[in-house]
């Protein structure tokens, strides 16, 4: 009998925080599925939950199980803030009306207070590597049983918007920066848009790559022809190389109506006015991040292959960037580690756009930086983890959210 065997990876340990929002749920579920990390990727999924949460999050995990997904090996309910060792993958999905900007003028909000307190809770205890005693432990029991090192996988940290980068970056100074990403809205929204605008289906467009500090501050370039089918003249001039004859004909346009001017004119306040309406809803943040772990994950699992796609990440100072601060930029993926495409590098209206870009991320920290600091001094620093027992007794339920140290 001839067998052909492979090796079992070990379990990947999934670490969810906030796991009990709509947004988190629907995204848990699809990571189970198994369409993020493989079929035959078994989960060890963590429940991140302060400790009054615990029988929700008890209740949501027999609902986990009751699902009987082919690849979930182990899941728990915890309210122990972890450690950068704990996880393979960490998932922040936020409270936060918009993910990408904060609202000053409502800082008193539950939900703001409450997701602000949880993130900062979880950044101070996350730490780039294991406790000096715990790294010898481990070699040492390695040792005994004569258990070969095996390669360990980058962990990788995603949220769903750009504050959680900016708290993070400001709180864990030892975390490696290149581990750390988010989704933007912005090609989905251009795209949404010409969708609109052309009456044809999102697939056809294509890719767009997309700079941006926030949802009002951005650019964007669309690969020409903006649709993929289309054909082009031989002859070029002025803005015809944005469509070819094919589409013009079909749709009555001529291509002063879609030359480059009104895709950085028109179609850019089209976009602004569509994220002023704020798409973060439950399902678009669960899409979102699933749809960028599946990008972060596939160069992991499949050699020599590249993806291309927009992210916020810790910026490395390409393409004018500021080094150190959080941004999107377009990304070149491959294995465990990404680099920023320099296709646009010479294209002297993206480094005018990205200057403009530089000075918002610049305000935003100047504003936000004084901000997440005094919140900790106020709330997390200063005060008891966990309230005192004559302090629970007088506090409504929807004001003792607490989480075990």
Known sequence: MNLQISP??????????????????????????????????????????????????EQFKMELRGCAFANCNNIVVSSDLPS??????????????????????????????????????????LTASLAD???????????????????????VIVADGLITLYILREVCKDLPSDILFCPTPVPVVVRSVLADYLKTELTKFNHVHAWAADDEIFHFEIEKPLIKSDTLEESRACGKEVMGNETLELYGFDYLQL??????????????????????????????????????????????????????????????????????????????????????????????????????????????TPYCRKFMEDNVVQKNFVPAEEDMMTMSDTTTRTTEV
């Open 84 to 125: 950068l060792s704990d996880a393979d993958v960490f998932m922040f999905i936020s409270n936060f009306k918009n993910p990408n900007r904060i609202d000053y003028t409502n800082l008193h909000d539950e939900r703001h207070f409450d997701t602000m307190y949880l993130i900062l809770k979880v950044a101070t205890n």
């Open 8 to 57: 079992v990876e070990p379990p990947l340990r999934l670490l969810v925080v906030n796991p009990l929002l709509a947004g988190s749920k629907l995204a848990i579920s699809e990571i189970m599925a198994g369409s993020v990390f493989g079929y035959n990727r078994y989960i060890d999924l963590i429940l991140l939950v302060y400790c009054n949460e615990i029988s929700l999050a």
């Open 133 to 155: 005693n715990e790294i010898k432990e481990e070699e040492k029991t390695k040792r005994k049983k004569n258990i070969p090192e095996k390669k360990k996988e980058k962990p």
């Open 259 to 368: 030359c480059d001017n009104w895709l950085k004119t028109e179609l850019r306040e089209k976009v602004v006015s569509r994220l002023g309406k704020n798409p973060y809803g439950s399902i678009f943040r669960a899409s979102e991040i699933v749809r960028i772990l599946q990008y972060i994950w596939k160069p992991r699992i499949t050699n020599g292959l590249q993806l291309y796609i927009n992210l916020g990440v810790i910026s490395d100072g390409s393409l004018g960037s500021l080094k150190g601060l959080p941004c999107v930029l377009p990304l070149i993926i491959e294995g465990e580690n990404w680099n920023v495409n320099k296709y646009f590098d010479r294209d002297s209206y993206m480094r005018t756009e990205m200057k403009r870009i530089n000075i918002r991320v610049k305000h935003i920290l100047e504003k936000f």
